[in-house]
């Protein structure tokens, strides 16, 4: 309890000119310290006044005196309080043994899920931090959570602390609205912002965000969706450019450095932990080791990429498959997966193995500090190792760590490690990103959606999906959440991931492309490829057919594709050939229509048809210019040209991408390029069949 409200602060709106005494300044909530200089709250306790800065109040131990020092909010999750587009889909559903109470009982400022805030200090100080969890989804139905905060009575700030039971939750975390629910205490005014302790485990696992207004209980915010912070764009040059990575590394050195001081008296987070039943997080390490472990894993650079960390975590010989509902970011989340994976030795070879795979990992930066973290790393693992493990894995090890030495004494450079990502792998190699619309028949303009991540082998591992059809206005804005974290996993700095949207021969001129994920972020297509695919295309009928369309296929990825404008002669529109005549076209050639139209003709879309038809994989057209009297001849000679340059289909996405983030940015010689959607279909990966994307493989 003590480690708990040394920890919490309370936020006041600033006043000029001098510092809040009592309750001046204006109380807004509370929050607590993660790291040094970090304070974790609620978006919607900073943002309350103007500007974004607030003063934190505090007091690290009872009679020791008051200190205010003013922050900055440096990040908001979401970014702004604004509200997506309404849909009358219910978000709130119940997975948890109590009906959920009516969402507009719950009061939280207004601020939408996550509703989190990461406040930096403007100058230092001392004081204590709490220690939160790397496990996935610690918050759990049926668990224990003391809370912790501040609140008013009498006109006098008062500390707060209680207890809540975990009863499930409301939205799916494919929901950016998913909340906890918790119930048996009354969570009062200004308590907001305040950590959420697993009783079990001693460790911080959410931050309260919501209470009831006639009842107890309310909502607690789960800790890792700060794995959503906005990854940066390009690779990292050093650790504070990733605010996610900067801050939980100074966490984990924080724990570190005071657990293993040779001259601190005072109780520790780990020391709490080792009395607790549960509290060793995982059961092949002991509070004491994993605090070591972590701060360790702290002074490396972090993983390149999310993708490049669950690479590592797949290749890791004896892990079964793992639940990545929020996929790890930082090399503390991996080990986190890691501590259900197996039990008793095998769990902790597991770990093990863990740690040299990140001593081999490759680097996003070169840091000094990497050669010295490598061997301290690998002292603390054989020093594990010879303690309890048998003497063939320590033989092992120990290959593994001169052959790690004998390599980069080579090199004198980090190289690419096993399991590190795929960012200089040919496009296809690469993963991508499945986005399937189906509309409802029953219901118009609804749809239901999944979303799956594609390896590069053709399997579709899900990520999310709803089937309670959402309109389409309010698509964009309900499938964020769960792309923004299929984009995580896949993504390599300076290599976005292609996003693949299925859709039905209606939806074909769907310009998702153009939808900003999130609501106030820039078009997708600007952002990453974006291609089209068609999922209730009739597969070939006959052998003859299907092996012409693999032809076709491998020929535009060998040969240099030559465009065919098929719907359109001297600037005339003119009516698609047939499927007979469309076939007898070179293996190289890649239709292009100029006057689909948005919403297409009845005549261009049948056109659209007999070209996907006639055993095309790769295809260009045009949206939006439906006037027959369109001077066309410009468009003409640029998508030819666009071919040319590109030379092969597997170049196409990104050079189409290149083309929208042109547009973006105003450059004229884009222009011609508005509207254009590429049809995209690899006949070697065919779309998943009806439900098959949600089945793991």
């Given at each position: ?91 709130y559903a119940a997975h948890g043994p109590h009906a959920v ?228 970011r930082g090399w503390r989340d991996g080990l986190g997966a ?49 303690d309890r493990l048998s003497r063939e894995f320590r033989h ?302």
């Amino acid at each position: 309890m003590n480690l708990v409200m040394a920890a919490t602060v309370r936020i006041h709106a600033t006043e000029p000119g001098h510092a809040p005494r009592g309750c001046g300044g204006g109380f807004l909530g509370s929050g607590f310290f993660v790291a040094p200089s970090w304070v974790l709250t609620c978006a919607h306790v900073v943002m309350q006044g103007e500007g974004r800065e607030v003063d934190i109040v505090f007091e690290t131990a009872p009679g020791r005196g008051e200190t205010t020092v003013r922050g900055t909010v440096v990040a908001t999750l979401p970014e702004s309080s604004r509200s997506a587009p309404g849909d009358p889909y219910d978000p709130y559903a119940a997975h948890g043994p109590h009906a959920v109470p009516d969402p507009s009982a719950l009061r939280s400022g207004g601020w939408p899920a996550p509703d989190l805030a990461l406040v930096q200090l403007l100058r230092p100080v001392e004081h204590a931090c709490v220690y939160v969890t790397e496990r996935p989804g610690a918050l759990f139905a049926g668990g224990t959570v003391l809370y912790a905060g501040w609140t008013v009575a009498d006109g006098r700030p008062k500390r707060l602390t209680g207890r809540c039971e975990v009863m499930g939750t409301f939205g799916g975390w494919a929901d950016a609205d998913e909340q906890i629910r918790l119930d048996g205490d009354w969570l009062v005014p200004g308590v907001s912002g305040g950590p959420a302790v697993d009783l079990a485990r001693g460790e911080v696992v959410g931050v309260l965000k919501s209470r009831l207004d006639s009842g107890k209980g309310g909502t607690s915010i789960g800790v890792e969706r700060l794995r959503s912070l906005p990854v940066p764009a390009g690779a990292l040059t050093a650790e504070t450019d990733d605010v996610y990575q900067a801050l939980f590394h100074a966490h984990d050195r924080y724990h570190a450095d005071r657990h293993t001081s040779p001259v601190g008296t005072e109780r520790t987070w780990a020391d709490v932990q080792s009395e607790l039943r549960d509290g060793s997080g995982g059961r092949a390490l002991s509070p004491q080791q994993r605090i070591d472990l972590l701060g360790r894993l702290a002074e490396f650079p972090p993983p390149v990429s999310t993708h490049s960390l669950l690479g590592l975590l797949s290749d890791l010989p004896g892990s079964r498959q793992l639940d990545h509902g929020s996929a790890p970011r930082g090399w503390r989340d991996g080990l986190g997966a890691l501590y259900e994976a197996m039990s008793g030795d095998g769990a902790l070879e597991l770990i093990l193995r863990y740690c040299m795979r990140v001593i081999a990992a490759e680097r996003p930066y070169a840091a000094p500090s990497a050669l010295t973290a490598e061997k301290t790393l690998w002292e603390w693992v054989k020093r594990v190792a010879d303690d309890r493990l048998s003497r063939e894995f320590r033989h092992e090890l120990a290959l593994d760590w001169h052959t790690h030495r004998a390599d980069h004494e080579h090199h004198r450079a980090p190289g690419p490690g096993p399991g590190t990502g795929n960012d200089h792998a040919p496009p296809a190699e690469r993963p991508c990103i499945l986005l399937e619309l189906e509309p409802r028949g029953w219901e118009r303009d609804r749809y239901d959606w999944r979303i799956g991540v594609v390896g590069h082998t053709g399997e579709v591992l899900p990520v999310a999906e709803d089937s309670h059809g959402t309109a389409l206005v309010a698509l964009p804005a309900r499938i964020a959440t769960p792309l923004i974290e299929a984009f995580r996993r896949c993504d390599e700095p300076g290599h976005p991931a292609v996003l693949q949207v299925a859709v039905v021969r209606a939806l074909l001129g769907l310009d998702v492309d153009s939808w900003r994920v999130p609501p106030d972020g820039p078009p997708l297509g600007a952002v990453r490829p974006v291609v089209v695919r068609c999922s209730d295309l009739d597969p070939p009928s006959a052998d003859d057919a299907a092996q012409e369309r693999l032809a076709r296929w491998n020929r535009t990825r060998t040969a240099v594709m030559r465009a065919a404008v098929v719907d359109c002669e001297d600037g005339l529109r003119v009516s698609v050939p047939e499927v007979a005549e469309l076939r007898a076209l070179a293996h190289e050639t890649v239709p292009v229509l100029c006057r689909y139209g948005a919403p297409p003709e009845p005549q261009s879309a049948a056109g659209l048809v007999r070209v996907l038809e006639g055993g095309f994989g790769v295809a260009l057209w045009r949206r939006g210019t439906d006037g027959s009297d369109a001077v066309c001849s410009e468009f003409h000679r640029r998508a030819a040209d666009t071919l040319t340059e590109a030379g092969t289909a597997d170049r196409l996405p990104r050079k189409v991408h290149e083309l929208r983030r042109g547009l973006l940015a105003g450059r004229a010689e884009t222009f011609w390029s508005d509207g254009v959607a590429l049809f995209y279909d690899d006949p070697h990966h065919p779309l998943p069949g009806a439900g098959q994307l949600l089945e793991a493989p």
